[in-house]
T-cell receptor, first 115, second 110 residues
Framework: DSGVTQTPKHLITATGQRVTLRCSPR?????VYWYQQSLDQGLQFLIQ???????AKGNILERFSAQQFPDLHSELNLSSLELGDSALYFC??????????????FGNGTRLTVT | DAKTTQPPSMDCAEGRAANLPCNHS???????VYWYRQIHSQGPQYIIH???NNETNEMASLIITEDRKSSTLILPHATLRDTAVYYC???????????FGTGTSLTVIP
């Protein structure tokens, strides 16, 4: 158990809808990262937050947004969903936010299916 | 964006050592090498990381060459539960991001 909690585990929704994925980082970790993994694809970095502030952006679509709250949990909002958004969405956390070498610890993901 | 090269697949007999190679010829002096594995759509699991010295923990050993251009992850006694995709990652210091490549699919054979 990595200590990173993601909910829900599974989500099925229709095209055009909006969903929110939730992540609770490990106790003491200040950084949260979101990754997307489509079928047979690698893990794509989406966005990172550190102590409530956006720290880095990757291949995140404009239809997607995220935030990190004062209690350090994070939410990833996906809107105007398309079939191609069906994927596993992983959250990871780490102690540090910038320089340093603390590893990321991943949750077990949310499987999103858009029909 | 991945800065590492790994063989796409490998087999290993159960009980033998699994040696997974990784090339990172453009690594910078202060960049660490990390290894993760992903078992069948579960979240990636952290294994080990290092800078220049060899590292060992309860899961594996990491051997980094002196010029730091390549490394090898060693699972000393592979079991069937070690069947997974193994990712070698060089951390990009600016932005603190981890970029995952395609990894090595390791199959442990009974």
């Amino acid at each position: 158990d990595s200590g990173v909690t993601q909910t829900p585990k599974h989500l099925i929704t229709a095209t055009g809808q909006r969903v929110t994925l939730r992540c609770s980082p490990r106790s003491g970790d200040l950084s949260v990262y979101w990754y997307q993994q489509s079928l047979d694809q690698g893990l794509q970095f989406l966005i990172q937050y550190y102590n409530g502030e956006e720290r880095a952006k990757g291949n995140i679509l404009e239809r997607f947004s995220a935030q990190q709250f004062p209690d350090l949990h994070s939410e990833l909002n996906l809107s105007s969903l398309e079939l191609g958004d069906s994927a596993l969405y992983f959250c990871a956390s780490s102690v540090a936010g910038g320089a340093g070498h603390s590893p990321l610890h991943f949750g077990n993901g949310t499987r999103l299916t858009v029909t | 964006d991945a800065k590492t090269t790994q063989p796409p697949s490998m087999d290993c007999a159960e009980g033998r050592a699994a040696n997974l190679p990784c090339n990172h010829s453009t690594i910078s002096g202060n960049e660490y090498v990390y290894w993760y594995r992903q078992i069948h759509s579960q979240g990636p699991q952290y294994i080990i990381h290092g800078l220049k010295n060899n590292e060992t923990n309860e899961m594996a050993s990491l051997i980094i060459t002196e010029d730091r251009k390549s490394s090898t992850l060693i699972l000393p006694h592979a079991t069937l539960r070690d069947t997974a995709v193994y990712y070698c990652i060089v951390r990009v210091n600016t932005g603190n991001q981890f970029y995952f490549g395609t990894g090595t699919s390791l199959t442990v054979i009974p």
